[in-house]
């Protein structure tokens, strides 16, 4: 089986696979930018993956009302990142298709870039979308530049909006 082009699913109407990686450093007002991207295909199946990254520092305590206290510290965490990126994704799916699928990845390690990457490849992405995100750190830099280093599939990134968009 040949390889398609995206111009040519395009040009056959043909569904062209997205997906839109909520990693949770999107800008305000992020989401009429995410959707013009997705209408310029004709007939996307869109799939958002909303990226959990709730660090896990290590925890050596025997006593057991400490390690009560680390579990629940880290599903109040959790609870918290989950709305937040909820927030995101609500902003974003009322331009969408119907068909919008949702999959939520906790991220055990450091970089979300790998997780996003490998679900990509996993899903056969046609084309990923992303926000520009600043910097995580000196040493891993953007997280755009890190995926975009590790998809198989053309990377759009959707630049921060500008103060005249933004409203």
């Not at 919008?100 to 899903?123: C, K, L, M, N």
Request: aromatic share 6%; net charge positive.
């Amino acid at each position: 089986m040949s390889a398609v082009t995206l111009h040519e699913r395009r040009q056959t109407q043909e569904a062209t696979r997205v997906l839109i990686a909520i990693h949770g450093s999107e800008p305000g007002g992020w989401g009429p930018e995410a959707q013009q991207a997705v209408n310029r295909w004709t007939r996307p199946t869109v799939r958002i993956l909303a990226i959990l990254a709730v660090p896990s520092p290590p925890f050596t305590s025997l006593i057991p009302a400490a390690a009560r206290r680390y579990r629940a510290a880290r599903a109040a965490w959790e609870t918290a990142e989950r709305a937040r990126l909820q927030r995101v994704i609500d902003e974003i799916s009322p331009g969408l298709p119907e068909v919008t699928e949702v999959v939520w990845t906790p991220v055990s390690y450091a970089d979300p870039g790998r997780a996003i990457a490998a679900h990509a490849r996993a899903w056969a992405a046609d084309v990923l979308l992303i926000s520009a995100a600043p910097a995580a750190g000196v040493w891993l830099g953007a997280l755009h530049d890190r995926i975009i280093r590790r998809v198989h599939c053309p990377v759009l990134v959707t630049p921060r909006p500008t103060a005249a968009s933004a409203c």
